[in-house]
């Protein structure tokens, strides 16, 4: 079935970097556009950075300058280069295609989303 699975998350101090991964399974990046989403406790699910099918690339401006947003398509893997990292950056971070914008990251009712399973960021 269709999946997407994160990876790479951790713990790291301010100002470093990390690169988190989603690899999908029986999903390819031609079929939907696809992005990075993370989720604070009590806050709305927030979006951060997206693909979309024509290769269009769009940041939230809190990401903007610091996070790399890629794919490579031949490893079915799409990837969040963080640097610059900061203390209000830690958050579950999600990938996810999905058309609605959940209050929740991974709980959605549109039929056409698919969410990872979220990978925790923690930086100090």
């Known amino acids: 079935h269709v999946q997407l699975v994160e990876s790479g998350g951790g713990a790291v101090q301010a100002g470093g970097s990390l690169r988190l991964s989603c690899t999908a399974s029986?999903?390819?990046?031609?079929?939907?556009?696809v992005g990075w989403y993370r989720q604070v406790p009590d806050v709305e699910c927030e979006w951060v950075s997206t693909?979309?099918?024509?290769?269009?690339?769009y940041y939230a401006d809190f990401v903007k300058g610091r996070f790399t947003i890629s794919q490579d398509k031949a490893k079915n893997t799409m990837y969040l280069q963080m640097s610059s990292l900061k203390p209000e950056d830690t958050a579950v971070y999600y990938c996810?295609?999905?058309?609605?914008?959940?209050?929740?990251?991974?709980?959605?009712?549109?039929?056409?989303?698919?969410w990872g399973q979220g990978t925790q960021v923690t930086v100090s």
């Open positions: 996810a295609t999905d058309p609605s914008a959940p209050p929740l990251c991974g709980v959605s009712s549109h039929p056409l989303a698919v």
């Open positions: 029986e999903f390819t990046f031609d079929d939907s556009d």
């Open positions: 693909i979309n099918v024509a290769g269009q690339i």
